[in-house]
């Protein structure tokens, strides 16, 4: 069968005269309606878990407030545990060598997305998310979009590269489903999974954003999960003040992602299997929400409710306060779902907090509450995320008005250098893993010749007897000697089978020397030469290692450069997939 369609995919490339980009765009598309039925069918799994545990599938608050406050308790703790049971489950599937996040397949890994264990976390965060576990629920919707994408790529033997451009389609597809938001989407993709932006792939992950926005709009009762409200005229010295917002998110999302990692911590160092302790993080959600039902659930009917209807600051602060501590101990046990969700939460109720602030000390020259708080979701959303354009067009094609662009760009921009000057954190590990790999470059780039020079060992002096330089070759396993005055300047190498030459056919080599056998003319490195230039020496000269000297004006020996450590240097300054 996977023969068959081989063969059937060469033939349609040879008719229609596809290109290898012609036809990523055609999978593109497939991959689009692929990753939006995948959304669709988790979001109808968690209704039905809904309907079965309360007997309504709406709101997890309403639900949370129809509830008694008994029950508020134990069900987030009973989800956890079950969910606990089935990550176990999952944890039977893990492999080391493969990558279990559809991030690391793509941007490390070759595009294999694990099936059973995708499905076993998935069928985790289910539980977690319908019994009111206060975390996002688009982690486990891109991650299933990711492993459709990665099914079909390798049902038609598609190679490492353009599987994990597949996979990576795949995932832009689920994050448009998640918040019908097609050019955030494959922005999300491009500026944090595959870290750069290209037309070869970008193409096919716009491609497939759109097509997964217009399946999900064909389908009855589809709406977007925020409902925005008009953006107001932003004119005047108000445009300061969403500065001020940027810097208070950028200063306050490393914060947040470092309490969701000692969470983390904390509940790692716990000496309780792993469905306990995602059954207590269960359990401190249940006991928040018999004071503030708002905890449960994702935040997305708390956000519509700040930007529709006035709320006091008292009643911001707690309930941010509560459900940054519902999440982080969701999150934090090791439930399995998405941050992203939470984060744009906790950027409206920042903002909504500081536009009544503003508003009281400035009534009559600042907009409403609800203005401040929908750029703060993009200004913390890019603190955290360390990814600002796709913060900005995502609250743009949220909003769909110019009105927000100028206020929106400022603070995402502001929070984003605020939030790296703080910390160098991200939600994603993947975004860290490629600071560390930029870092490392930035040092590489920074290293010259002469920090990897190491010691000449094998010189001799112009005068040395054959009998001296073959001592030397039966000592060290090299092609060369290096030949210096009594300055240490370099003058040439003695070649080894010069003089084995010699010996072989019985020469006389009494009463020769280094000078008789001396190579004036061999390639030499200097400490300050490019790492680039030396390889090309390297590439042009059979050898493990080649003599560096001081300068050209000035040649003393300064060592031997290997060829190994250059490469191995100059491939991680470059790395190639």
């Given at each position: 069968m996977l023969s068959f369609l081989l063969k059937l995919?060469?033939?349609?490339?040879?008719?229609?005269?596809?290109?290898?980009a012609h036809t990523m765009l055609v999978w593109s598309v497939v991959v689009g309606i692929a990753g939006a039925f995948a959304t669709i069918a988790f979001r109808e799994a968690i209704a039905m878990l809904q309907r079965a545990f309360y007997g309504d599938a709406g709101s997890l608050v309403e639900l949370a407030r129809s509830l008694p406050w008994t029950v508020r308790i134990w069900m987030p703790a009973a989800g956890g545990l079950i969910a606990g049971f089935l990550l176990l489950l999952a944890?039977?599937?893990?492999?080391?060598?493969?990558?279990?996040?559809?991030?690391?397949?793509?941007?490390?890994?070759?595009?294999?997305?694990?099936?059973?264990?995708?499905?076993?976390?998935?069928?985790?965060?289910?539980?977690?998310?319908?019994?009111?576990g206060s975390i996002g629920r688009e982690g486990p919707m891109v991650q299933l979009a990711a492993l459709c994408a990665s099914l079909i790529g390798r049902w038609v033997h598609f190679d490492p590269?353009?599987?994990?451009?597949?996979v990576a389609c795949g995932a832009a597809a689920g994050i448009t489903s998640a918040y019908s938001a097609p050019i955030a989407g494959a922005f999300f993709v491009t500026e944090?999974?595959?870290?750069?932006?290209?037309?070869?792939?970008?193409?096919?992950?716009?491609?497939?954003?759109?097509?997964?926005?217009?399946?999900?709009?064909?389908?009855?009762?589809?709406?977007?999960?925020?409902?925005?409200?008009?953006?107001?005229?932003?004119?005047?010295?108000?445009?300061?003040?969403?500065?001020?917002?940027?810097?208070?998110?950028?200063?306050?999302?490393?914060?947040?992602?470092?309490?969701?990692d000692g969470s983390r911590a904390a509940f790692r160092k716990l000496p309780v299997p792993l469905p306990v302790r995602l059954m207590l993080g269960g359990l401190i959600v249940g006991v928040l929400s018999t004071w503030e039902p708002e905890v449960w659930g994702n935040g997305y009917s708390v956000v519509n409710s700040i930007l529709h209807s006035p709320w006091t600051w008292v009643a911001l602060v707690l309930v941010l306060l509560f459900m940054v501590a519902a999440t982080a101990a969701t999150v934090g046990s090791g439930a399995v779902g998405g941050v992203f969700t939470p984060t744009l939460f906790v950027g409206a109720a920042l903002g909504s907090l500081f536009g009544l602030g503003m508003h009281a000390l400035w009534p009559h020259g600042t907009s409403a509450p609800f203005a401040y708080a929908m750029v703060g979701m993009g200004a913390f959303l890019a603190g955290a995320t360390?990814?600002?354009?796709?913060?900005?067009?995502?609250?743009?094609?949220?909003?769909?008005?110019?009105?927000?662009?100028?206020?929106?760009?400022?603070?995402?921009?502001?929070?984003?250098?605020?939030?790296?000057?703080?910390?160098?954190?991200s939600m994603y590990e993947i975004t860290l893993h490629r600071h560390r790999e930029e870092q490392e470059r930035l040092k590489l780039r920074a290293i010259q010749m002469r920090e990897l020079i190491r010691p000449a060992e094998t010189v001799v002096a112009l005068g040395a007897t054959v009998r001296d330089m073959?001592?030397?070759?039966?000592?060290?396993?090299?092609?060369?000697?290096?030949?210096?005055?009594?300055?240490?300047?370099?003058?040439?190498?003695?070649?080894?089978?010069?003089?084995?030459?010699?010996?072989?056919?019985?020469?006389?080599?009494?009463?020769?020397?280094?000078a008789d056998y001396l190579q004036s003319q061999f390639d030499v490195l200097t400490p300050d030469m490019p790492l680039g230039v030396a390889l090309q020496h390297f590439m042009a000269f059979q050898g493990e290692r080649l003599p560096v000297i001081e300068s050209s004006a000035r040649p003393t020996l300064a060592g031997v450069v290997y060829k190994t450590s250059l490469l191995d240097a100059y491939f991680r300054m470059n790395p190639v997939r």
């Open positions: 995919r060469t033939r349609a490339q040879n008719l229609f005269r596809l290109s290898d944890q039977r599937y893990a492999d080391k060598n493969n990558h279990t996040d559809y991030m690391e397949a793509v941007a490390i890994g070759d595009g294999i997305v694990p099936v059973r264990l995708s499905l076993w976390r998935s069928a985790s965060s289910l539980f977690t998310i319908s019994s009111g590269a353009r599987l994990r451009l597949l944090i999974v595959l870290g750069s932006i290209a037309m070869e792939s970008f193409g096919p992950v716009v491609v497939s954003s759109v097509v997964a926005n217009i399946v999900m709009r064909e389908f009855a009762g589809y709406k977007p999960p925020y409902e925005m409200p008009v953006f107001p005229p932003v004119a005047g010295i108000e445009v300061l003040l969403f500065v001020g917002l940027g810097l208070l998110c950028g200063a306050a999302a490393p914060q947040f992602l470092r309490l969701i360390q990814a600002p354009l796709m913060a900005i067009l995502m609250i743009f094609e949220m909003t769909l008005s110019y009105q927000v662009v100028l206020p929106l760009m400022l603070s995402c921009v502001v929070a984003y250098f605020v939030s790296r000057a703080i910390a160098k954190t073959t001592r030397v070759f039966l000592e060290y396993p090299v092609k060369y000697l290096y030949v210096v005055d009594d300055k240490g300047c370099f003058l040439g190498v003695v070649a080894l089978k010069d003089i084995t030459s010699d010996l072989l056919h019985k020469q006389d080599t009494s009463t020769r020397t280094a």
